[in-house]
């Protein structure tokens, strides 16, 4: 079985799969942190690996930039692969003025103004949460391995903040209290996806960027300074 977007026969997905917005990053992830794998998606290059990390079957797969991106691609990872348990891992902007480049930021809730639930399920939903259980095993992870985590509120957006002509207008239309600690642009899909299916999901960031930062990451030192992040998400699956 395959879809319009993704190759793979069924069976060829693991139950749990590991998706960082870039297709570069996935092959990079599987090279450096994999036993074995096998390319099994190439379809609009959204490449997907299916391999084993200590032993345990994972698949990791790209989804692209944005909610419209992410959310074909996790739809059908659980809707028709039979998939449960996603865990983003990508970018993200920092909003407290503690957070250093490349600190690491679960999410425990998302904002989004978007109409993507309104559109796909029509229901008026603009905050939706993260899997407790995933959740949970990531802190656990963590602490175990010492390594530093921050757990808040995030915000998904149409758009990259840093291009926003007044993002401080953006952040007086967040609910009070929610508080955002960073913003990245596809949690939002991926957790109202996983509530509608009935699945799990979380998304661990990396901070590349803030305006409490003046240097931005490039592309490269992204890459490599990523791999706290990359290693946690790769542990916690370990416990799925």
Same mark, same amino acid.
């Given at each position: 079985?395959?879809?319009?977007?993704? #190759?793979?026969?069924?069976?060829?997905?693991?139950?749990?799969? =590991?998706?960082?917005?870039?297709?570069?990053?996935?092959?990079?992830?599987?090279?450096?942190?994999?036993?074995?794998? &096998?390319?099994?998606?190439?379809?609009?290059?959204?490449?997907?690996?299916?391999? +084993?990390? &200590?032993? /345990?079957?994972?698949?990791?797969? !790209?989804?692209?930039?944005?909610?419209?991106?992410?959310?074909?691609?996790?739809?059908? %990872?659980?809707?028709?692969?039979?998939?449960?348990? =996603?865990?983003?891992?990508? @970018?993200?902007?920092?909003?407290?003025?503690?957070?250093?480049?490349?600190?690491?930021? *679960?999410?425990?809730?998302?904002?989004?103004?978007?109409?993507?639930?309104? +559109?796909?399920?029509? #229901?008026?939903?603009?905050?939706?949460?993260? @899997?407790?259980? %995933?959740?949970?095993? =990531? /802190?656990? +992870? !963590?602490?175990?391995?010492?390594?530093?985590?921050?757990?808040?509120?995030?915000?998904?957006?149409?758009?990259?903040?840093?291009?926003? +002509?007044?993002?401080?207008?953006?952040?007086?239309?967040?609910?009070?209290?929610?508080?955002?600690?960073?913003?990245?642009?596809?949690?939002?899909?991926?957790?109202?996806?996983?509530?509608?299916?009935? /699945?799990?999901?979380?998304? *661990?960031? @990396?901070?590349?960027? @803030? /305006?409490?930062?003046?240097?931005? !990451?490039?592309? #490269? #030192?992204?890459? =490599?300074?990523?791999?706290?992040?990359? &290693? *946690?998400?790769?542990?916690?699956?370990?416990? *799925?």
């Amino acid at each position: 079985m395959s879809t319009p977007h993704n #190759e793979a026969n069924k069976g060829d997905i693991a139950k749990t799969v =590991i998706m960082p917005g870039d297709p570069l990053r996935a092959k990079y992830i599987v090279e450096n942190f994999f036993e074995d794998y &096998k390319l099994v998606n190439s379809v609009r290059g959204m490449y997907a690996y299916t391999g +084993t990390y &200590k032993g /345990k079957e994972l698949t990791v797969m !790209a989804h692209g930039m944005g909610m419209p991106s992410v959310g074909i691609y996790s739809y059908e %990872l659980y809707k028709f692969y039979d998939v449960d348990n =996603i865990i983003r891992i990508g @970018s993200c902007g920092g909003y407290l003025p503690e957070l250093k480049l490349f600190d690491i930021i *679960l999410s425990e809730n998302v904002f989004s103004e978007s109409n993507y639930a309104l +559109t796909l399920n029509n #229901e008026d939903c603009h905050i939706v949460n993260s @899997s407790n259980e %995933l959740n949970t095993i =990531i /802190k656990n +992870t !963590a602490k175990e391995n010492n390594c530093n985590l921050t757990v808040g509120n995030t915000v998904c957006t149409d758009c990259f903040d840093l291009y926003m +002509t007044d993002v401080n207008k953006f952040l007086e239309r967040v609910p009070a209290g929610f508080n955002p600690v960073s913003a990245e642009m596809e949690a939002f899909a991926l957790f109202y996806n996983a509530k509608l299916l009935n /699945k799990k999901a979380a998304c *661990l960031m @990396s901070v590349v960027d @803030s /305006k409490f930062i003046k240097e931005v !990451a490039t592309a #490269e #030192e992204r890459q =490599i300074g990523l791999n706290n992040m990359i &290693k *946690l998400a790769l542990d916690s699956s370990l416990e *799925l």
